[in-house]
Each structure stands twice: as structure tokens, then as C-alpha cells.
């Protein structure tokens, strides 16, 4: 039986209980031996000199909080060159990307780890380059541990706004017509992350093309 597939907006799929708890498990071992590794986490200083309220990995390219490109080294925290985006994350995203509908073909994952106070504000991603922006090509994003209380508008910070629960296993795709809305998360729903992932708050991977 496929995984259900709920239309937000569209080109805005919500893909709840995609992921298997083993493939779930995999993904996170993964994103936690890199993060503990020598070019693992750090806390992005944005443009403004506040500090970012989740924990980030760039794997493939390196976002630059400071100044909002892409680059293949950390120049904004150590300069270590960013560690490889892993075949078997890309894989994921294309699976999801496809169950949405939709085709993309990663360059970069940014992976952030929220813990209990962890949040996002309002954003919109549109950092890739502009071919990829105008094909809508999508953000393909990938929820595990605690559940999220993912907020999606619209093209502008005003717009109406509805609040997605993402939980551990979740995917969710915004492509199209959808692919630059205002997105953001309000917090975690503590506690709530399967107990066998052994993982205390969230992680999210976004996955993009047109880093590079
Ligand atoms: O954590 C999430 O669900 C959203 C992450 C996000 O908006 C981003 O990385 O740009």
C-alpha cells in the first residue's frame, strides 16, 4: 500500500509516515556520525549577528549564513570544506520528490537539529540558483524525532498561513507554484519522537537543487 499523499496547497504535498522506522533509524545514525564528526555542527550567525535556534550540517554545499550563497567550504564558521551529501540521503529525496509528483536531482542537504526550545522562523528559500527557482524545482524536506508545528503561507510574510504537524518519518515537498512560500517552525511537540530512534528532539533535512 503506498503512503498517502495530502495536498496542502499546490505543488505543497505533505507524504505522512513515508519513511519505514529502520530507514528512519539509518538516516539518523547517519546524520548523528557526521555531526559528531570533525566537521559536524555548529550554530549559523546570520546576517544580522543573532544566532540561529537550531543546530546545522551542510552536506554537498555550504549555505553561508552571513551571506546567503552557497560555497564549498564552512567560510563563515571554520573553513573546513563541506562533507559530502551521502547517495542514500539524495535517494530519499527523490523517492519523495517522485510520490509528490515532482523531479529533483539534490546538489545540497542542509540538515538542522532542533532541540526542545528549537525553532524557524518565517523564510523563504530561494538561495538556489534562479533556472531552479523558475522551474520550481522543489525542496523536498525530511522530519525525524519529535514532531514539528511546521508553519506554510504564502509569497509574502502576510499571506494566510496553516500549520502543518510533521512527525518523525514525515516528507514533505513544495515545488511549483509552491516553492517559494513562506515556511518556518513555531517549536517541537516534546517527547514525541519514536523511543527506538533514541533521538531527544528533531531533525529536519532539506534537500535542494541549484546550490551548485
Ligand atoms: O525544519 C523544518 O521543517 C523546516 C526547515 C527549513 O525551513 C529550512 O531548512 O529552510
Not at 17 to 35: A, K, M, P, T, Y
Not at 56 to 62: A, D, I, Q, S, W
Not at 162 to 171: E, I, K, N, Q
Request: proline content about 8%; overall charge positive; glycine content about 12%.
Amino acid at each position: 500500500m503506498s503512503a498517502p499523499c495530502l495536498e496542502v496547497y499546490p505543488g505543497a504535498v505533505h507524504l505522512p509516515g513515508f519513511l519505514s522506522l529502520d530507514e528512519q533509524r539509518v538516516l539518523v545514525e547517519h546524520c548523528q556520525d557526521i555531526g559528531n564528526g570533525p566537521t559536524g555542527w555548529y550554530v549559523p550567525t546570520v546576517r544580522g549577528g543573532g544566532k540561529m535556534r537550531v543546530r546545522m550540517l551542510c552536506l554537498g554545499r555550504h549555505w553561508n549564513a552571513r551571506t546567503y550563497r552557497y560555497e564549498a567550504s564552512r567560510r563563515d564558521h571554520d573553513g573546513r570544506p563541506a562533507p559530502p551529501l551521502p547517495p542514500q540521503f539524495s535517494a530519499v529525496a527523490v523517492r519523495m520528490a517522485e510520490a509528490a509528483g515532482m523531479r529533483l536531482t539534490p546538489d545540497v542537504c542542509i540538515v538542522n537539529y532542533y532541540d526542545a526550545a528549537g525553532k524557524m522562523g518565517l523564510h523563504q528559500d530561494k538561495d538556489e540558483r534562479p533556472d531552479t527557482l523558475a522551474l520550481g524545482v522543489p525542496i523536498v524536506s525530511v522530519s525525524l524525532g519529535d514532531t514539528a508545528k511546521f508553519i506554510i503561507g504564502g509569497l509574502t510574510r502576510k499571506d494566510a498561513k496553516a500549520m502543518v504537524p510533521l512527525a518523525s518519518g514525515d516528507g514533505f515537498v513544495f515545488g511549483g507554484l509552491s516553492r517559494l512560500r513562506y515556511h518556518g517552525v513555531a517549536g517541537l511537540l516534546p517527547r514525541t519522537a519514536p523511543r527506538e530512534l533514541h533521538l531527544d528532539g528533531r531533525l529536519n533535512l532539506t534537500f535542494r537543487q541549484g546550490a551548485a
